[in-house]
């Protein structure tokens, strides 16, 4: 585990304020929330399209000793709330630049939490989030989230590379196991919708301490 330690947590759309109480009463000073959609893992709810719901992504960003504190009180925070209310995990940062000052990530031996596995990104042209996801499900991936993003291509960039740029973009956020990593690229990879040059990227990053919020039973 590095000195900084990215605690990401995904509710419900409105119920960010649970997460970011719990933070503070334990130690954060503060964190970001975004807003992105939900896509369920079951593929039948899915294509009805009752399972899209909006959802609220809040990135905290703690140092090593408050870390556990931080994630524990938003475990505990949540308990009580529904079943499958929501995700929480972890996701190492080297640096942190904060006043104007530059702090580098030191390496801890023997982190707390455990590290089976991975979140993968997926950028790809407004629309085919839903696609990609469909392509993940099949490969072992269960739900995911999804965040409206815009790609930052000039005009003059599109016609020097001689492609067409989508500036609408959206970002998939699934969380796999390791071993279902390499299923899960692949699966995406045959996409008609990434195949061309400039129509999106996926990218893994390892996360620690990743489980469900909510009641358990």
């Given amino acids: 585990m590095t000195r900084f330690t ?21 130690g954060s000073f ?3 929330v975004a807003m992105g959609r939900g896509i369920s ?15 609220d992504i809040v990135y905290i960003l703690t140092e090593e000793q408050t870390t556990k504190a931080i994630y524990d009180a938003i475990v505990n925070r949540c308990a009580t709330a529904k ?4 995700i929480i995990f972890c996701i190492a940062a080297d640096s942190l630049l904060k006043a104007g000052v530059i702090t580098k990530g030191e390496r801890v031996q023997g982190g707390s939490m455990e590290n089976n596995d991975v979140l993968i990104t ?12 469909a392509a993940a499900r099949k490969a072992g991936a269960g739900g995911g989230t999804v965040i409206s993003a815009r790609g930052t291509a000039r005009e003059d960039d599109e016609k ?3 492609m067409h740029i989508v500036p609408e973009k959206e970002m998939l956020l699934i969380v796999v196991s390791t071993e ?7 699966a995406v990879q045959g996409l008609e919708c990434l195949s061309q040059p400039g129509s999106g990227i996926a990218f893994c990053t390892p996360v620690d ?3 469900l919020l909510g009641k358990k039973k």
């Fill in 122 to 133: 997926i950028i790809l042209n407004k629309g085919y989030a839903d696609d990609a996801m």
């Fill in 209 to 211: 301490g990743f489980r």
């Fill in 160 to 162: 020097f590379f001689g």
């Fill in 180 to 186: 279902k990593k390499d299923a899960v690229l692949e």
């Fill in 83 to 86: 079943r499958d209310f929501g």
């Fill in 41 to 55: 893992a079951n593929s039948f709810v899915a294509a009805l399209g009752l399972a899209d719901s909006a959802r």
């Fill in 6 to 26: 990215l605690v990401v947590s995904i509710v419900p759309h409105g119920k960010a304020d649970i997460v970011s109480d719990a933070a503070v009463n334990a």
């Fill in 30 to 32: 503060g964190g970001t």
